[in-house]
Structures are given as structure tokens and as C-alpha cells.
């Protein structure tokens, strides 16, 4: 009897066990302690919940329940945690566990990207790097977008390396079309990575010069369609039958895009009517229209002045992690001061740069060892495609960072990929060099990593010195150990190898430490950041932006005085007012200048006529509030209502099953207000967190009294003085 094929050949998958053991570590650092995120990122929480309601504003990413205005970012990625909040329910770990997946994922992306073409060697410390990078653990740990954003792009560019390896044009669509996705998570800042494709895609295939203008073609096709589809579908519909595009200046998603997330982000922001942010850019003083970086050695600690940062970290020891931090400097917009030693300094090195010498070396030492003698220089062979590829990445990324103008600290993650990728392998790249590269040759490759690892240690000791003199020692002390054996010892491979990755770990456990953070605190942050501050009372992030408690009489009295026509809860300014309100009562509450109160999004006109068809009663005026037409008509016709009227301060932001503690928050309202006071060194009652002999590092810096970040002109600052308003 003839034997039949199988025409399902079993393939045998053999499990990494360090790939599985990294995930779990992974897995750890991300996702221990998230069922005490509380609110998170309080404004996109607020969208979640009214995302959640109905269909349309699930298309639209609105802000509020009535769908009045929507939040700043497109859909693609709150869209995820809208489904897990639809199957769990509303709790704290269900807002961010798609962050936390989504992050998982790069990590193995990045492993099963890097082992085809440098090795299992090369994929595991690629995999652990980008594990270990402080700025991905904080990220993965709260409901931005940034972790769905990183991940969608590390799957355009695997999809591509299927498509170049496997001849297919059709993948390479489906590549370009994953960056159009990427696009409706955050816009323009997808597109960082697509000089990188198509240099990519030019240089590594493997065939006739136009098939690959036509795979180039089809690319650029599904980009536009899938980066344009949302946009164009949303800006298409009537003005008056959706929500307003919120942070846009003509109620237009494209707008958005190329403006206030766009050119803005590189330029220097302008939002709405010409309200700014204080604290960001590159400028050496702020303006009212137009807000660059501040000067760091300008600014001072004081809140009269206004001013949201002090000084940049590492200028005055003990001023980088105090306070509304954000990544140092007391400011979610210190992003240290523009120019190619950016990435270099503590306000954005401490989140991200941990590996950056080394992943610099690595690219020069991975593309010797590649490169072939008996080749033409433009000859390249599949590890060198694979470098450029990597670099490609890198560099622009890197470039945009070091000028940008208005950006938080937290968007770095962008370049963890590449970094964690290129310093993985450029060591195992050396290591093969010890047996395969000539004497000549592998001498200067010693010398070349020996340099590494002492810059690497040594800005690694710069990032730490401000916490503690002797771990910047220590380090410093293995790094220049490690090059001196590497440079001048010729042992065996095996001992050489064994040596050199437990250097590798002694450069490991700053960062590690420093990963570790939001971990322990379980930071789960508007801002998110990582660091020893996250262990002291006074540390907390300025991630908790608009994290102001909703002040529960407060709501008792509106629900009990607003009127069976009434649609709001009430209206206010911004969504940072408006977020712990629609968190706690899931009613709507109206936003007529959006997230940071300057847009646009009702007329007066049209505001009147909602109050008189009795839709809006109550107008709530925080601190924060500008003075536009409306508020000034508000105070003018509006009766004032006393706070002993509903209570005074009692306040609570979280909504049943939600933990407090994610939505702590140096935005603290002065009694009578929304709020109601709150003693923000406590961590809501709490006693700070330490850890061992590590978390004195806090305790080595001096302990100046704690600045918070000064007022902000849309809603971003403390809030003093609060106002509720009856409306006739």
C-alpha cells in the first residue's frame, strides 16, 4: 500500500529559553503592580471611558461622553484599550495592559528580527537591552500611545525584512500600510523610520531595478490609503454632525497632524488662540505666542516667574529629580538644552541613553566585521544591509530629538529599538571577531570597543552621580577594567567571552536599577519616567498632570441642581479640569478650549444658546482658566456660587474599581476648589518606598524643599483659586 505524504510537514520549533526568560523578566518590569494605575493618564482615560459609550465616539476618539470635542492623538491605540475596558471593565490594570503587551511584542520583534542575520547571541542581549531601557518600562506602564506606536513600527519593518528576503511585493504593501497605521496612533512621528524602508528596501533586494520601483510604488500606495483613510473619513463629515478635532486651530485631523503635532513638535508650539506652555523648547525666554526650549541656565525655581523647570538636570546637583519631575529639571518639558550633546545630557540620558556609546561603537564594529575585502565598498552583504537598515533608524530619529523644540521626555522610546539592536550587536559581532578576524585587524577592533566601554561607563557614572559618588565609581571603575582586559589580554575565546558578558552586566545594573523604578512605585504616570526620585516621598512624577481630585459634594450638589434638560455635568475650559469629573461620574462634561484651554471649539454664540435650550447650567472657572469671551461673559452674567454651598473639599478621582494610587498628582487644588487640598509629599497617605542600599541614592542628593512645576497657561499648573458659576 503506497504511503501517502503529509503535506503538513511537522516543523520543530525549538524554544529559546533565554528569549523565554527575558520575556518573563519583561513581563515583570511592565506589567508588576499596573492594578494600581489608578486613572493613569487622567485625559486619555476620560476618552476611554467615553470611547466606550456608543460607536461614535469610539470612531472619533472623543473626549467626553457627548462627544463634544475629541483628545489630541487619533484613534489606533486607544481603540485597543477601549476593547480591553469593554471585556474587563473599567479598572485601573485594563486601561494599560494593552501598553504592556504591546511592549512584550517589541521585545520579541526585536529578537526575532536580529537572530536571522547576527545570531541567537545577538538577539538575546537585543532582546534584554531593550527590556532594560528605563523609558520603555515607564512607557509600557501607562495608557499613552508611545508603547502601541513602537510596536506597530517594529512590526512594519520585520513585515518588510519578510518581504525583501522573501521576494514578495505584496508584503512590502502590507509594511508601508503598518506605518499608515502607525500614523493614526501618533501622526507624524511614524514617520520617522521611512527613509530607513525605503533605503532599506533599494539596497537589500535582490532584484531587477523595476521591480523594486514597483514594490516602492505599491509601498507608497497602501501608505497614503491607510494613513489617510481616518483622517480624510473624519475631516469629510459635516462640522456640526462630530465632535470638535481637538489642539487643532480649524477643526481639521490633517490640520492636527502637520500643525500641532507636526511642525510644532520641531519648531515650537503655538496651540489655539496663542496659548502656550512654559518650560519646553529651545528658546531662552518664553513668549506668549510661541514657546521654544528655555534657556536651562536661565530659568530659576521660582513660581512667581511662572516658570516650569529649573535648572537642567546635572547643571546643580540635587535639582534633576525633585519635585513635578518629568525626566529632570522639575518640568514635563525639560528636554535639556538642543544641539548634538542633547541625548548626552541627564533630562533625556537618564531615560533613554544608557546604551547609546555602545550602540554607536557597535554599528562601526558589527560593519567591519562585516565587510568583505574581496568585495567593492558598495557591495554589501546581508549584515551590512541589516546595519544600515538599524542606522537608518537611528539617525533620524536621534537628529530630530537633539533640535526638536516641544516634546516630553517620554517620546524617546522611539529610539530604544535601534539603540538596544546596535550595541547588541556590535558585542556579538566582536566576540566572533576574536576567532575570525586577522591579528592586524582584531587588534584595532580592541581598541575600538575598549573606547566604548569606557564612554559608556563613564556617561553611565555622569547619569548616576547626582543620586550617588559611588556607583558612578563603581561603574566607571568596571568599565575601565573591562576595556584594559580587552584591549590587552589574548586569553582563550570561551574565558574572553565569559569575561566579556560579565562586563556587560556590570554595565547592566545602573540601568537595570533605573528600569526598576516605576516598577516598585507602581508609576503609572500622564508623564511617564523613570528614576531613584519614584522612590522618595517627594519624587512623584509630573506625570499626573490634571490628576485633580474631583470633589465628590461637589458633584452631589450639580446632580442634585441640574435640571432633567441639562446634557453636561458642567462646562469648563480644559480637559484637565474636566478629566477627573467624567472618570468619577462617566457624565459628560464640556471642554470649550480643549486639552490645554485654548482652542476654539464653541462660539460664544453657540454657547449661549446651549445655556438657554438648558443643555449647560453650571460653568466651573479653575485657576488655569484663560480669559476668552466666554469666561468673561460667564463671570459677567453667571451668579457665583459659594464653596461652604456644596461642601468644600471633599474629593475623590477614582471611580469604582480603580486603585488611587496611578492618579496621585502634584496638580492639587486649594481648598474650595474642585479638588480640595492635598498634601502631595505623602503619596496620598502613604510613606515613601525604598530599596535597600540602593534607594539612598535619593537620599545623596540635597534635600532642598521640593519645587513644583509653575503654572502652565491651559491647565497645567497648580490650580489656587477655583470658581463655580450658576448660568441663567
Known amino acids: ?90 479598572h485601573g490594570w485594563s486601561i494599560v495592559i494593552s501598553s504592556v503587551l504591546f511592549s512584550l511584542g517589541s521585545v520579541f520583534l526585536i529578537y526575532k528580527m536580529v537572530k536571522p542575520y547576527f545570531g541567537a547571541l545577538a538577539a538575546r542581549i537585543a532582546a534584554l537591552l531593550m527590556t532594560l531601557t528605563p523609558i520603555v518600562v515607564a512607557d509600557a506602564r501607562t495608557n499613552n500611545m508611545d508603547a502601541t506606536l513602537v510596536f506597530f513600527l517594529l512590526l512594519a519593518c520585520y513585515v518588510l525584512q519578510k518581504a525583501v528576503s522573501k521576494h514578495n511585493i505584496w508584503l512590502v504593501g ?18 520617522m523610520i521611512l527613509p530607513a524602508m525605503y533605503v532599506f528596501y533599494w539596497i537589500a533586494s535582490k532584484e531587477n531595478w523595476k521591480r523594486i520601483l ?90 512667581k516667574q511662572n516658570k516650569a523647570g529649573g535648572k537642567a538636570p546635572g547643571m546643580t546637583k540635587g ?28 533630562a533625556l ?47 533620524p530619529v536621534a537628529g530630530f530629538f537633539s533640535v526638536a523644540s516641544f516634546f516630553h521626555p517620554y517620546y524617546t522610546i522611539m529610539l530604544a529599538p535601534p539603540i538596544a539592536v546596535l550595541a547588541a550587536v556590535g558585542i556579538s559581532s566582536f566576540i566572533e571577531s576574536l576567532n575570525t578576524v586577522p591579528s592586524k585587524k582584531n587588534y584595532w577592533l580592541r581598541g575600538i570597543m575598549g573606547v566604548g566601554i569606557i564612554t559608556n561607563g563613564a556617561l553611565q557614572a555622569f547619569f548616576v552621580w547626582e543620586y550617588s559618588v559611588i556607583a558612578g565609581i563603581v561603574v566607571a571603575v568596571i568599565s575601565v577594567i573591562m576595556s584594559i582586559f580587552i584591549i590587552f589580554n589574548y586569553s582563550k575565546v570561551k574565558l574572553f567571552t565569559a569575561v566579556g558578558l560579565l562586563g556587560l552586566l556590570g554595565l547592566l545594573w545602573l540601568p537595570a536599577f533605573w528600569s526598576l523604578t516605576p516598577t516598585i512605585s507602581a508609576e503609572s504616570a500622564a508623564i511617564p519616567t523613570s528614576g531613584p526620585s519614584l522612590l522618595s516621598g517627594n519624587g512623584q512624577s509630573a506625570g499626573s498632570i490634571g490628576d485633580s481630585s474631583a470633589n465628590t459634594k461637589l458633584i452631589s450638589y450639580l446632580k442634585k441642581h441640574n435640571g432633567s434638560k441639562v446634557k453636561y455635568l458642567f462646562a469648563t475650559t480644559d480637559s484637565n479640569t474636566a478629566a477627573p469629573y467624567i472618570i468619577k461620574t462617566k457624565k459628560a462634561v464640556m471642554t470649550i478650549g480643549g486639552y490645554n484651554g485654548t482652542d476654539n471649539a464653541i462660539t460664544l454664540k453657540q454657547f449661549k444658546k446651549l445655556v438657554k435650550k438648558g443643555e449647560i447650567k453650571y460653568f466651573y472657572i479653575s485657576s488655569h482658566t484663560n480669559n476668552n469671551a466666554i469666561v468673561r461673559w460667564v463671570k459677567k452674567h453667571g451668579k457665583k456660587i459659594s464653596a461652604s454651598t456644596y461642601g468644600g473639599n471633599s474629593s475623590s478621582t477614582t471611580p469604582s474599581g480603580m486603585s488611587k494610587k496611578g492618579s496621585r498628582g502634584p496638580q492639587q487644588s486649594a481648598k474650595g476648589g474642585p479638588g480640595g487640598k492635598k498634601n502631595m509629599a505623602k503619596f496620598q497617605g502613604k510613606k515613601p518606598k525604598k530599596m535597600g542600599k540602593m534607594g539612598k541614592m535619593v537620599k545623596n542628593k540635597k534635600n532642598k524643599k521640593s519645587n513644583t512645576a509653575g503654572k502652565m497657561s491651559g491647565g497645567m499648573g497648580q490650580q489656587q483659586s477655583s470658581v463655580l458659576y450658576e448660568l441663567d
Do not use: C
Request: net charge positive.
Open 1 to 90: 500500500m503506497e504511503q501517502r505524504k503529509n503535506i503538513f510537514p511537522k516543523k520543530h520549533v525549538k524554544i529559546d529559553l533565554w528569549l523565554v526568560a527575558i520575556l518573563v523578566l519583561a513581563a515583570f518590569l511592565y506589567g508588576w503592580n499596573i492594578w494600581e494605575a489608578g486613572s493613569a493618564n487622567s485625559f486619555y482615560t476620560s476618552a476611554i471611558i467615553s470611547m466606550s459609550k456608543s460607536w461614535k465616539n469610539f470612531w472619533y476618539a472623543s473626549f467626553d461622553p457627548a462627544g463634544f470635542i475629541t483628545v489630541d492623538k487619533p484613534p489606533v491605540a486607544l481603540w485597543f484599550m477601549v476593547i480591553f475596558v469593554k471585556i474587563f471593565g473599567l
Open 174 to 191: 502590507l509594511a508601508f500600510a503598518l506605518v499608515g497605521v502607525s500614523f493614526n496612533v501618533k501622526m507624524l512621528q511614524a514617520f
Open 214 to 303: 514597483w514594490g516602492s510604488v505599491v509601498g507608497t500606495i497602501a501608505l497614503i490609503v491607510f494613513t489617510l483613510s481616518w483622517p480624510l473619513a473624519v475631516d469629510s463629515v459635516s462640522k456640526q454632525n462630530r465632535p470638535y478635532i481637538g489642539s487643532s486651530s480649524t477643526n481639521s485631523v490633517l490640520n492636527l497632524a502637520f500643525g500641532y503635532n507636526g511642525t510644532q513638535r520641531l519648531l515650537g508650539q503655538t496651540t489655539g488662540t496663542g496659548g502656550t506652555f512654559t518650560g519646553m523648547g529651545n528658546s531662552k525666554k518664553g513668549t506668549k505666542t510661541k514657546v521654544k526650549a528655555p534657556n536651562t541656565k536661565k530659568l530659576t525655581n521660582s513660581n
Open 319 to 346: 535639582t534633576g529629580k525633585t519635585g513635578n519631575n518629568a525626566g529632570g529639571g522639575n518640568s514635563i518639558f525639560n528636554v535639556g538644552t538642543a544641539g548634538v550633546t542633547r541625548l548626552f545630557q541627564t
Open 349 to 395: 540620558g537618564q531615560q533613554i541613553s544608557w546604551y547609546l556609546p555602545l550602540a554607536l561603537v557597535g554599528l562601526i564594529i558589527a560593519y567591519l566585521t562585516a565587510y568583505d575585502t574581496k568585495k567593492k565598498w558598495w557591495q554589501l552583504n546581508r549584515r551590512q544591509e541589516q546595519l544600515i537598515y538599524w542606522a537608518g533608524w537611528l539617525v
